[in-house]
């Protein structure tokens, strides 16, 4: 379903209680089913207002040990766990409404939301997914932590991350953990609980944090024994009796085993789908995370995020796609031949756009006057390449086209960027501005040559039968 090329959300809606890891605080949490194009938004219905906040990286307010979201007054504790379990599911809509501060942490991992999530199913909508397919690499370094994080492109369409986690711990070596796609997250990685070094416990428990933290929710790592004076003291500062750590005893000192050998660096990967499903979209890259944390998983999503705006109005600008039109079957549909035929290639074509390509060489004809020496391809002529672009999709949309013709009516907001020279190619896309009708065709046009814009039109044209069947 990850692989579905529309949305879904939740058949009914689902329950959650317990205690939030950090604040201790008990909170009803409701995950409800949520219109197309609506993304993960969380709720407080305990406040005022019943205030929504975004999943979205603008929203991040900290990244201390979880990832928190705030907006205006309202503020919402450890998002990670459940919004991994809705990407990995495929739920792109849902809202998720709390009576309290602080996501439940229930037993420390995604199981139990996954659990719930695939015993009601989802629904499918009518909008098309949203997908970003990563073109070049991204990455976040901090150097003083040794934490590295990128994501490159991938050969195919799958979502795949690479996870390496080193403590310099005597108890906890280095560990690796890999996905190769989230069908794989229910079975991998969705039981992998949070993980804690004792003295971090010692530590924040000093401090007044982690009073819903304890042994059903987290695996905990001894270095050194601690004793049960040391215990006991931890507890009192949680505010409980006992804490069921086993003492005097390095390693796990948790009474519950790990659930696989590597399961700190797969809970490492857990957290990283929560954090990159604050972009809004199903990624298609690998990406590679040595010792990452939240603040890294952020830092990368807000670098997605800032790639996806930059080009989320963009097509697909790959030229070394294999093309759905070749030369012969573009010479079938448009009445243009040499010097004149400007089309190469058709890549796709949908209901409302079409994207084609113009290879421009030095053995063009007008080269020899414009300008010799100094070779650049008229304005006019990139003009004429996208419309005849549109006339392939003109042209596909009705019979015979052979006897039809298309011809310029209007031409608007034509701009030139740079200049296109012999050894470029020309990616033209072309949208409908409104439907066809009475054979008018009305098309933006937009050319690029490397991935960056050079030419712009919009075009009026009228398609007509002007040739009869013999």
Request: charged share 25%; with cysteine; glycine share 6%.
């Amino acid at each position: 379903m990850i692989n579905s090329k529309v949305q879904h959300t939740l058949k009914r809606e689902i329950e959650f209680s317990g205690v939030g890891l950090h604040t201790g605080e008990s909170c009803v949490m409701r995950v409800i089913p949520a219109e197309e194009n609506h993304g993960y938004k969380f709720q407080r219905r305990d406040l005022e207002g019943t205030p929504i906040i975004e999943a979205v990286t603008s929203n991040v307010s900290s990244t201390e040990r979880s990832t928190k979201l705030s907006k205006d007054d309202a503020d919402v504790h450890t998002t990670e766990h459940i919004l991994a379990a809705l990407y990995a599911f495929g739920v792109d809509n849902a809202l998720i409404s709390l009576d309290g501060p602080e996501v439940p942490i229930m037993d420390g991992s995604s199981q139990h939301f996954i659990d719930e999530i695939k015993r009601v199913g989802t629904d499918e909508q009518c909008a098309p997914r949203k997908f970003y397919k990563f073109r070049k690499n991204i990455s976040f370094e901090q150097k003083d932590k040794e934490i590295e994080i990128m994501v490159v492109p991938s050969k195919d369409e799958e979502f795949k991350i690479t996870v390496m986690v080193d403590y310099n711990s005597s108890i906890l070596g280095t560990q690796h953990a890999r996905l190769d796609s989230l069908d794989q997250f229910e079975e991998e990685i969705a039981s992998c609980r949070t993980f804690v070094f004792m003295k971090e416990v010692a530590a924040l428990a000093a401090n007044g944090l982690i009073k819903g933290g304890g042994v059903d929710n987290s695996v905990v790592l001894a270095e050194r024994p601690y004793s049960e004076e040391e215990l006991a003291e931890i507890g009192k500062n949680i505010g409980r009796d006992q804490i069921n750590i086993i003492p005097n005893k390095t390693g796990v000192v948790s009474i519950s085993e790990l659930r696989f050998q590597n399961e700190p660096a797969r809970h490492k990967l857990l957290d990283i789908i929560g954090d990159i499903a604050l972009t809004g979209r199903y990624l298609q890259g690998h990406i590679f995370a040595s010792r990452p944390g939240h603040y890294s998983n952020v830092e990368i999503a807000k670098l997605m995020s800032d790639t996806i705006k930059k080009t989320d109005d963009l097509p697909d600008l790959r030229t070394d796609r294999e093309p759905i039109l070749d030369i012969n079957a573009i010479s079938k549909l448009l009445p243009h031949r040499y010097p004149f035929l400007l089309v190469d290639s058709i890549l796709d074509k949908d209901e409302n756009s079409i994207t084609g390509i113009k290879n421009v060489t030095m053995n063009e004809p007008y080269f020899q006057g414009h300008f010799p020496d100094n070779p650049v391809m008229p304005g006019v002529l990139q003009v004429e390449a996208m419309a005849q672009v549109g006339g392939v999709f003109a042209l596909s949309s009705v019979d015979e086209p052979e006897y039809w013709s298309t011809y310029f009516m209007k031409i608007d907001d034509v701009r030139f960027k740079q200049k296109v020279l012999p050894g470029d190619t020309i990616l033209f896309h072309l949208e409908l501005i409104s439907p066809i009708r009475r054979g008018l065709v009305h098309m933006q046009g937009k050319g690029y040559v490397r991935g960056k814009l050079v030419s712009q039109a919009n075009l009026l044209a009228q398609i007509i039968k002007d040739r009869v069947p013999e």
